[in-house]
């Protein structure tokens, strides 16, 4: 009887390690073959130490269990409580990092809440095997706890063994992230380079502790401007500018490149944006500034043209104080200006960003009505109640409209759309047509925008600007360097051609001055796109994309170190 309820006790222990490690080693494997190309021996090795680092969890728990009271109903309600937290923090991990290419910012996680309006496309788009293993092996760990505490506390672990836990657990572990820090650098360069990498080196938990370390002890320092990433470029004097035009920016959510080219089947699904390529200056090179901040990285970058923060959101903390942002240029020559939205102001707190940046006035979800407003809003009714705000502006004008409809996981759209295609024989997966519905409805209320500053005269005076903020990840581009998005540049005046000039988000303000003809403010990074010269594009973790002769070349380079420092300094 004494061996066999040992035994039982063993299993127990051993089932409640193992469904604890799995979630955490299918995200770590999920991150180690998007960061590094195949390698059999090196995929071993990695594995060996991802076994080693997703222990901890679950003999810390362990470990609580061992000296808790059995019976408690508190006991049982914590243990449970511990579970829903580790098994949700991994999964809300792996469903973003496969979204988004990036590990959250535990910010990010601590205001995950936000996203639970979500959770119906969630389950219908991003629930692959992996995240129902780890939804399962949830409820297995609450069994398995609750059968582990029903057993007679002489069967449960004894005091020495505890000890030898905790030590196993945060020596083997300590030992571990001391030995990759002595081998890569410290664990803080290794955040600056990225977060995924470091995760891989240095485990999940680490990773976030040195984050939380370094900004609770993080001190300000001031890094002097450095000049322009691409400071060798020169203007261009055989370009129209027009001086007063009015500004509309329109930042589409989730627009990829391909997008705009998409065919199902031969039919186009955005055959507006298409045509605009003609109408338009059109940059092939475009590059999104997307990381911790996700969709408010490209508000940074447009405008204040510097780079997001790698692991947290730049646009709440940035000392604007310091900076000079697009919008206060233009109120020097008497612009009014106004951001458009959708949803709720509190969301990554735009309702007291927005005004810090200098803009005169956010018009977000209590400003529009029925289709018009929330999540779930549809594009064209809110470029309609839009337009009654922008009919009413006197000129000239500064207009920031950020749509929604087209926001991950893109079940926002009529289930009429569908029957304009034929998606029986399309090879698409359920995530890729529903972005690509999504996006054709995006493109009809764009068109219809365009159309409406047409007959409105608006248009003839006005700089219209169609770019987006961050790719969706639902098409695939093995040619893309990195996110690719569209950027088109119109007005009525500007000679519409293809421009293959690499450039992202922290180039758009100073194209927008070069075009009104104003001169812009110290302290920008970016360069207009209209300059001529050999142009980098430059991302945080040090990533460039050079133009070379007519193809793009990506690397890495530390030279820009100063730019980056710079770019920290104002922001964090």
């Not at 969890?57 to 609580?64: D, E, G, I, S, Y």
């Not at 004894?158 to 081998?183: D, E, H, M, T, W």
Request: charged letters at 20%; proline letters at 4%.
């Amino acid at each position: 009887m004494f061996y066999r309820t040992n035994l039982i006790k063993g299993l127990v222990t051993a089932l409640i390690i193992i469904s604890f490690s799995i979630p955490y080693l299918l995200l770590m494997v999920e991150i180690k073959k998007d960061v590094y190309n195949f390698d059999h021996f090196n995929w071993l090795l990695s594995l060996g130490k991802f076994c080693v680092y997703s222990l901890f969890a679950p003999l810390v728990f362990l470990l609580l269990l061992s000296i808790a009271k059995q019976k408690k109903i508190l006991t049982k309600v914590s243990a449970v409580l511990y579970i829903i937290a580790y098994f949700a923090a991994l999964l809300f991990i792996l469903i973003y990092y496969k979204y988004f290419g990036f590990i959250p910012h535990y910010k990010v996680l601590s205001r995950a809440y936000e996203g639970s309006h979500l959770l119906g496309q969630v389950y219908s788009q991003l629930m692959s095997y992996e995240e129902w293993a780890i939804f399962i092996l949830l409820f297995v760990s609450i069994g398995l706890t609750f059968k582990y505490l029903s057993l007679p506390s002489t069967m449960r672990i004894k005091s020495n063994i505890k000890v030898l836990i905790i030590v196993i657990a945060v020596v083997g572990n300590v030992g571990l992230v001391a030995f990759q820090n002595f081998r890569y650098g410290s664990s803080d360069v290794l955040v600056k380079l990225g977060s995924s990498a470091a995760v891989l080196h240095l485990g999940l938990l680490p990773v976030y502790k040195e984050i939380i370390s370094y900004e609770m002890s993080y001190e300000k320092k001031d890094y002097p401007y450095p000049g322009k990433i691409n400071r060798d470029n020169v203007r261009q004097d055989n370009i129209a500018r027009f001086e007063n035009a009015n500004v509309v920016i329109v930042q589409i959510e989730s627009l990829e490149k391909q997008a705009v080219d998409y065919r199902i089947n031969g039919k186009l699904v955005m055959p507006f944006l298409h045509k605009f390529k003609s109408r338009s200056v059109y940059f092939t090179n475009f590059f999104a500034q997307h990381s911790g901040g996700a969709s408010t990285d490209a508000d940074l970058g447009m405008l204040a043209s510097l780079l997001p923060l790698r692991n947290q959101v730049g646009l709440f903390s940035a000392d604007y104080s310091r900076i000079a942002t697009v919008v206060e240029v233009l109120k020097e020559k008497s612009y009014k200006s106004f951001a458009m939205n959708p949803i709720d102001g509190q969301f990554f707190n735009k309702n007291s960003s927005y005004p810090r940046v200098g803009l005169d006035k956010f018009y977000d979800e209590p400003y529009y009505s029925d289709q018009a407003k929330g999540w779930y809003s549809k594009d064209r009714d809110f470029y309609e109640q839009s337009m009654d705000i922008i009919k009413k502006q006197s000129s000239p004008f500064f207009a920031y409209i950020i749509n929604i409809q087209s926001h991950g996981p893109f079940k926002n759209y009529y289930d009429s759309t569908k029957d304009n295609f034929d998606l029986k024989n399309s090879g698409l997966s359920n995530l890729q047509i529903d972005y690509l519905m999504s996006m054709n409805e995006i493109d009809r209320a764009l068109e219809y925008l365009y159309s409406t500053l047409k007959d409105t005269g608006l248009m003839d005076n006005t700089m219209l600007l169609i770019y987006g903020d961050h790719a969706g990840r639902a098409i695939e581009d093995n040619n893309c360097l990195a996110e690719c998005v569209p950027l088109f540049v119109y007005h009525k005046r500007l000679s519409p051609y293809m421009s293959p000039a690499p450039g992202s988000h922290l180039d758009l303000a100073p194209t927008i001055l070069d075009l009104l003809n104003i001169p812009e403010p110290s302290g920008w990074l970016g360069t207009s796109l209209f300059y001529r010269g050999r142009k980098t594009v430059l991302f945080n973790d040090f990533t460039t994309i050079e133009s070379d002769q007519n193809k793009l070349i990506k690397g890495k380079s530390l030279d820009y170190e100063p730019h980056l420092n710079y770019s920290n300094s104002l922001v964090k």
